[in-house]
């Protein structure tokens, strides 16, 4: 599974759009980007994944480049409870590693009132 | 529908003792992940279960094991813990058939203190 870059940390003003970014400059045509948050010594919490198109869900937006190099995760309006560890991760569901997940360090998100 | 479950919760084993963690699945699901998440390490695979066999196996040692039930339940057992063991265990499940994107969801973990 391709590596993916997170900057450790931002902090963002409540009510406002969080933008965190995500470079996954190796990834292969057949990778999707997953997004979890991890909430202050809680289980992960699956956000969103995408292919090559842009998503959206209740909970955020995924923009994904053209080139699929790198993606950005999108919380419309970050309350204080969006604070938490947010994870991105590339991975070929239905593959041989499929229940494998490979987490890097994440980047730590503050949302400030 | 019942998101994961893992019992126990809280755990305070002291050194040289065995521990055995649960993990109860979303309904329908046959995969189940484990993880081990500490300060240091971050949150680390340790191995996976489908239909009750071993799939897919983390770089841990051999004190750590685990099974998987003919209901898809999983347990992972600790042997001879020692003090780096101390961790918080996650266990995620999953269809684990390549249906859809096959999304692992993650359980509230079991957090371990070796004395």
């Known amino acids: 599974d391709a590596k993916t870059t997170q900057p450790p940390s931002m902090d963002c003003a409540e009510g406002r759009a969080a933008n965190l970014p995500c470079n996954h400059s190796?990834?292969?045509?057949?990778?999707?980007v997953y997004w979890y948050r991890q909430i202050h010594s809680q289980g992960p919490q699956y956000i969103i994944h995408g292919l090559k198109n842009n998503e959206t869900n209740e909970m955020a937006s995924l923009i994904i480049t053209e080139d699929r190099k790198s993606s950005t995760l999108i919380l419309p309006h970050a309350t204080l409870r969006d604070t938490a560890v947010y994870y991105c991760i590339v991975r070929v569901p239905g593959s041989s590693n499929t229940g494998k997940l490979i987490f890097g360090q994440g980047t730590t998100l503050q949302v400030k009132p | 529908k019942a998101g994961v479950t893992q019992t126990p919760r809280y755990l305070i084993k002291t050194r040289g003792q065995q521990v055995t963690l649960s993990c109860s699945p979303i309904s329908g699901h046959r995969s189940v992940s484990w993880y081990q998440q500490t300060p240091g390490q971050g949150l680390q695979f340790l191995f996976e279960y489908f239909s009750e066999t071993q799939r897919n196996k983390g770089n841990f040692p051999g004190r750590f094991s685990g099974r998987q039930f003919s209901n898809s339940r999983s347990e992972m057992n600790v042997s001879t813990l020692e003090l780096g063991d101390s961790a918080l265990y996650l266990c995620a499940s999953s269809f684990g058939q390549g249906y859809g994107t096959e999304t692992q969801y993650f359980g509230p973990g079991t957090r371990l203190l070796v004395l």
């Open positions: 190796t990834i292969s045509g057949n990778e999707y």
